[in-house]
Nanobody, 124 residues
Framework: QVQLVESGGGSVQAGGSLRLSCAAS????????MGWFRQAPGKKRVRVAR????????YYADSVQGRFTISQDNAKNTLYLQMNNLKREDTAMYYC?????????????????WGKGTLVTISS
């Protein structure tokens, strides 16, 4: 069964770091792209970072640029999100997602496989 499983969430103080992981099936890695999204309480889900599986090209939301790094380990079929200098506003449920077929990755709706999420809580 194709699935994505996130891990690595937790509670840290502002200024700290966390690394999220997303274990994916080999099938998932034959698609176009993968990404990290987050949803804070009472807010809409937003894209945090995106990586194109073949080229390795990455894109980041302005709010995390320079602090977060998305990467992939193809040998381990794992996607990562290194988060540094965390802020209280980074508190959210973080989701890993993938587009498992060839095509656009510009819209959130382009992603056709989602994990269940991992919670990140930043305290002051």
């Amino acid at each position: 069964q194709v699935q994505l499983v996130e891990s690595g969430g937790g509670s840290v103080q502002a200024g700290g770091s966390l690394r999220l992981s997303c274990a994916a099936s080999e099938y998932t890695y034959s698609g176009s792209c993968m990404g990290w999204f987050r949803q804070a309480p009472g807010k809409k889900r937003v894209r945090v970072a995106r990586i194109y599986v073949n080229s390795g090209n990455t894109y980041y939301a302005d709010s995390v640029q320079g602090r977060f790094t998305i990467s992939q380990d193809n040998a381990k079929n794992t996607l990562y999100l290194q988060m540094n200098n965390l802020k209280r506003e980074d508190t959210a449920m973080y989701y890993c997602a993938a587009r498992t077929t060839r095509g656009s990755c510009l819209q959130d709706s382009d992603m056709d496989l989602w994990g269940k999420g991992t919670l990140v809580t930043i305290s002051s």
